[in-house]
Every structure is written in C-alpha cells, then in structure tokens.
C-alpha cells in the first residue's frame, strides 16, 4: 500500500483496523497509535512515562502531513499491531450507533 496523502493513510488504516480484533491499535510510532471505533479511526498519543496508556487522542488533518508522510507510510510498509483494554473499555462502553441520526 503506497500512501501518499493522509487521507490514503486513513482508508488503509481504516480497512486494515476493521479486520482487526474490537481493542486492536495500529502502533504507528512508539506514541502514536490508531484504532477503529466501529465508526471512524481515532488516532491517539500515548503517554510518555507509560506507553501502554493513551495520553490524549487528537485529529491527524491538524498535523504538518509533510513532516508526518514517511512515518505513516513506514506503517503502511509494515504494520504493527496491539491490543489495548482502554480501547475494548471505550468501544464497549460506546452508546449504539443510530442509522440516519444527523450529529
């Protein structure tokens, strides 16, 4: 997969992680990771004295893509996979998703 936007990044994202077990991250970079909600992928930074908890998550459009395209795409080359109870917790946790709601 040769990802050369952000977007390209997302939907190969996105259709790797569907596939993947509910809990399931892609291990982008040793603080970022991403995970399938059941809705969308929500990218996250792990915390730095413990990167097995998620730190806060945040939105990729508001990253420099130039700065960022290497390390996407180096996933993409070869991803990495991880499982993370946060993740499970959240999804399960979730309120169902209603067909045709407007938000």
């Known amino acids: 997969m040769a990802t050369n936007t952000l977007q390209e990044f997302y939907a190969d994202a996105g259709m790797l992680l569907r596939d ?53 795409g180096g996933w993409c080359s070869k991803p990495v996979f991880e499982r993370f109870d946060e993740i499970e917790q959240w999804i399960r946790e979730s309120p169902p998703y209603e067909a045709g709601r407007i938000e």
């Open 20 to 72: 993947q077990p509910r809990g399931t991250a892609a291990r982008v970079t040793q603080h970022i990771i991403a995970w399938w909600s059941g809705r969308n992928l929500v990218f996250a930074y792990l915390r730095e004295d413990n990167v097995a908890l998620i730190e806060e998550e945040f939105d990729p459009f508001d990253l420099q893509w130039d700065e960022w395209a290497a390390v996407f």
